[in-house]
């Protein structure tokens, strides 16, 4: 099955800095990966998403990168703000799969004011 | 946008007693719900998912009589922790696939063994 492996684990950036969080799947089927992110007790939040057709989305100040070849992608946040400290997950799924998501261990970052 | 309503949002039961979790998608027709489990300072680890009118399909290791699930209908899954001890304290949550190919996430279950 899929084994999706996330990288940092913590991060801690100066507000405004940029952030960059890394993830790697092992399946070559999976075609979706969304990245959320998480504040304690709470349900995990969409923040940007790519399918396997496209290398690069961005929205405003978060960007995600997509190398199908080595299986990995990017999680790119820009001017950082207090406000987005918190846990981001990656995830990756397939339609071959049952559209089930495999999430990463997740990464709590922190944006220092 | 879709939503999916997750009751209740925090149980406290006794050890051996069971406790039911709903996920109702509101707006939309959910064929299919995932359901996960987070322990604290952990990601989310599926479970199971569950197929509307159909049994639902465990991930290993997984105790299938242990947490039943059951998708009666195209907008209700329900998730049964049997014989609850406290070993599965956990944040319990379901997701299911909406409209427009993403996926909705309920607000989650805070289940509380003692």
């Known amino acids: 099955g899929e084994n999706v492996e996330q990288h940092p684990s913590t991060l801690s950036v100066q507000e405004g800095d940029s952030a960059v969080i890394k993830c790697t799947y092992s399946?070559?089927?999976?075609?979706?990966f969304p990245w959320y992110k998480q504040e304690l007790g709470k349900r995990p939040q969409l923040i940007i998403d790519i399918r396997s057709n496209v290398g690069e989305k961005k929205d405003q100040r978060i960007a995600v990168t997509l190398n199908k070849t080595a299986k990995h992608f990017s999680l790119h946040i820009t001017e950082t703000q207090p406000e987005d400290s918190a846990v981001y997950f990656c995830?990756?799924?397939?339609?071959?799969?049952?559209?089930?998501?495999?999430f990463g261990a997740g990464t709590i970052l922190r944006v220092k004011s | 946008g879709a939503v999916v309503s997750q009751h209740p949002s925090w149980v406290i039961c006794k050890s051996g007693t069971s406790v039911k979790i709903e996920c109702r998608s509101l707006d939309f027709q959910a064929t299919t719900m995932f359901w996960y489990r987070q322990f604290p300072k952990q990601s989310l680890m599926l479970m199971a998912t569950?197929?509307?009118?159909?049994?639902?399909?465990?991930e290993q290791g997984v105790e299938k009589d242990k947490f039943l699930i059951n998708h009666a209908s195209l907008t209700l899954s329900t998730l049964t922790v049997t014989s609850a001890h406290p070993e599965d304290s956990s944040f319990y949550i379901c997701s299911a696939r909406d409209p427009n190919y993403g996926y909705t996430f309920g607000s989650g279950t805070r289940l509380t063994v003692v």
């Open positions: 569950s197929n509307e009118g159909s049994k639902a399909t465990y």
């Open positions: 995830a990756a799924g397939s339609a071959e799969y049952g559209n089930k998501l495999v």
């Open positions: 399946d070559s089927a999976s075609n979706y």
